[in-house]
């Protein structure tokens, strides 16, 4: 069985939001022609939502950081980043124009360790649902899409393929942060490297 896993395509991370992604807008078209092929499948669909309490420390004002610089939180390293994706407000909410999808995957709920994967926290220390939900409806191939390539897409695209899933990333269906130029690149080589296969939502048929 196949499913869709739809990365944080909320508005924070969209063209106006707290920690917008370039061109992020482009990919909603795509991602909702990937979900209607999926629904028309019967194919599994769930979504993930990084949904952060308002007090989390990778937020820069949290820790006394500087956005967008390194620092250590729960002994690993961390970007600093501006508040983003508040549970219950309008930042965290998805994209107004994606597609309803009904089976949702909240991470980063805890306020002292960040949570890239929709499988588990950076430190591996808490699973999310995620696993079982899939595990539950006998998934054996997954296919990812959604916001940002270079975080969220990668970490749980990697931790997909260390729990034996068949991985396929869906390229124009992502957009990067690339806080350093060409990290989106670099993480589409290092997910193909690690077995990832790197395709095109044209190829799904």
Known sequence: MKALIVVDV????????????KDAHEIIPIVNKVIDFFNKNQYFVVATKDWHPANHKSFAKNSNGTIGEIGILNNLPQVWWPEHCVENTYGSNFHPNLKEIKHIIYKGTNFEIDSYSGFFDNGKLKSTELLSLLENNQISEIFVLGLATDYCVKHTVLDALDLGFKVNVIEDGCKGVNLSFNDSNNALKEMMEKGAKIIKSDDLN
Request: glycine fraction near 16%.
């Open 10 to 21: 909320q508005n924070d991370f969209c063209e106006g939001g707290a920690l917008a992604v």
